[in-house]
């Protein structure tokens, strides 16, 4: 038991932070390592974002939530914190303004890496095996359903676990998930035992060398989607992972690599109000705050690398991802519906001009596979932006037409309500600390980072002029889709039904 007169010491903050991370893991004390790297528990954002918010509450200091990943591991974390805690600071934030990183200084792709031979066969455009990671994600699941479905190629997917058989559950659990499992699956999804965080994935060379040889294809859409962590954290699954995942793609024989990146790539301040095109390049990267965007500019210009080297490549850039338009079946706990959820119960939205320009899952899937598949699309990108973005008060409108209370309110207002929830059950509460963080030397906040006027305009006209022989469209963001999402999470238990 920690006693108040110990609480502040390093040694109280430390016996704190073990028992409220082993009661957010659900797991014994005893089994929490105070010199392990807390990313290796695999805290996602929000629960990052309770750690944060809870000891913010309970030490009476302003935690940066970037401070996590300064002090990795809650050894030192517990230090920092009785330190501030000596001299009563209220504002911590001086010491972990993010490191600025050359990102270009980052872009060195192991000089070993060519081709091993030019790329001079005739393209398979129905591929016999393929290799896929991220498989056991949102958009991995379903990857590997147009992959089974468009082509009859069998899927070879990267999974950590500890046999093949516990490996094949995960994927298979995380279809059924999403509700696009079939038993006709089974044979045609083989599970690949590694790690996209180690040398040759984590995979025995000879294996590795096996997989290279046997495989037609691979699609690399695995990334560790996190907010709260910094380029450094991120950049050993991230970066250095793309690199091994076009090391297998360069191996005995030469392989196109489907990269699935991101239009973050263009967040910089530079592109701001500007129209990217898909084939324009992005060289500018400074404002460029969240470590997560950083890796993913990074990575693609590895990528980028590799083509110039001679390695085919597609490149397909999606924005946030919403659910399935057809059956409404998402990610529950991604960025859309916390803020949805968490506005919803506040009573109001902040008056921004937000557009709401996330593609439906089901298109940005089927386009990745179909484009992959046409010959056209090698040493192309594709920007798979939602091509009729909608405002936010499209949102905000259709709701209030059901009698829930819901307006607008001035930014300023907005962030002032949101310091004033005390109920954990607003998704929003676990959130306050990321939302408010102040990132840049523009002293942006996240909500900021996506006015209209701080984004870019991503053209996806090249996009849609290679889908045009398709039958691929994505869907309109209107009532139509609000209402598909919107019984799919009350269906869920996410969202209550309104009571008119």
Not at 21 to 31: D, G, H, I, Q, R
Not at 133 to 147: N, P, Q
Not at 368 to 377: A, D, G
Request: net charge negative.
């Amino acid at each position: 038991m920690v006693t108040p007169n110990k609480l502040f010491t390093a040694e109280g903050i430390q016996e704190w932070m073990v028992s409220k991370l082993a009661e957010l893991l659900s797991v014994a004390p005893n089994t929490i390592d105070v010199q392990l790297p807390l990313e290796n528990y695999g805290l996602d954002s929000s629960r990052a974002m309770i750690l944060v918010t809870q000891a913010q509450e309970v030490f009476g200091v302003e935690i940066s939530p970037v401070l996590l990943w300064h002090y990795p591991t809650i050894e030192a974390l517990a230090e920092r914190l009785a330190e501030d805690c000596q001299e009563n600071t209220e504002d911590s934030s001086s010491a972990t303004q993010s490191v600025t990183v050359d990102l270009q200084a980052e872009v060195v792709l192991d000089p070993r890496i060519y081709p091993a031979s030019p790329y001079i066969s005739d393209f398979i455009s129905y591929p016999d095996n393929v290799f896929l990671t991220g498989g056991t994600g949102f958009l991995g699941a379903f990857l590997i359903y147009e992959l089974l479905t468009q082509t009859d190629a069998d899927v070879y997917c990267l999974v950590r676990a500890a046999d093949e058989s516990a490996g094949k559950n995960k994927l298979k659990q995380n279809l059924q998930k999403y509700a696009i499992w079939s038993s006709d699956f089974d044979s045609r999804i083989t599970p690949i035992l590694g790690d996209l965080s180690q040398p040759l994935l984590g995979i025995s060379r000879e294996g590795f060398e096996m997989l290279a040889a046997n495989m037609d294809a691979v699609y690399h859409s695995a990334a560790t989607l996190n907010y709260v962590y910094p380029y450094s954290a991120l950049k050993t699954a991230n970066v250095l992972g793309t690199q091994e995942v076009i090391r297998l793609a360069s191996t005995i024989k030469t392989k196109p690599l489907h990269y699935v990146s991101s239009v973050a790539v263009f967040e910089s301040p530079f592109y701001a109000g500007k129209v990217v095109k898909e084939d324009d390049e992005f060289n500018e990267y400074s404002g460029i705050f969240l470590g997560y965007s950083q890796t993913k500019w990074v990575a693609e210009k590895l990528v980028k690398v590799a083509r110039d080297r001679g390695l085919p490549v597609t490149i397909h850039r999606p924005p946030l991802i919403a659910g399935h338009s057809q059956t409404g079946v998402g990610n529950i706990d991604d960025f859309i519906n916390l803020m949805a959820k968490g506005c919803i119960q506040m009573g109001c939205f902040p008056d921004v001009d937000y557009m709401m320009d996330m593609s439906p899952v089901d298109y940005v899937s089927k386009a990745i596979v179909y484009l992959s598949l046409q010959k056209e699309s090698l040493g192309k990108a594709f920007n798979l932006q939602h091509p009729e973005p909608a405002p936010l008060k499209d949102l905000v409108n259709w709701i209030s037409q059901f009698g829930i209370p819901i307006k607008f309110v001035p930014y300023q207002e907005w962030q002032n309500q949101l310091l004033n929830i005390t109920s954990p059950d607003n998704p929003l509460y676990t959130l306050r600390p990321f939302l408010l963080e102040r990132w840049s030397e523009k002293q942006l906040t996240i909500p900021d980072l996506y006015l209209k006027s701080n984004r870019p305009i991503i053209s996806c006209e090249a996009t849609q002029k290679a889908l045009a022989d398709s039958s691929i469209t994505c869907a309109p963001v209107d009532s139509r889709l609000f209402m598909t999402y919107a019984s799919y999470l009350i269906q869920s238990g996410f969202l209550k039904m309104p009571q008119i």
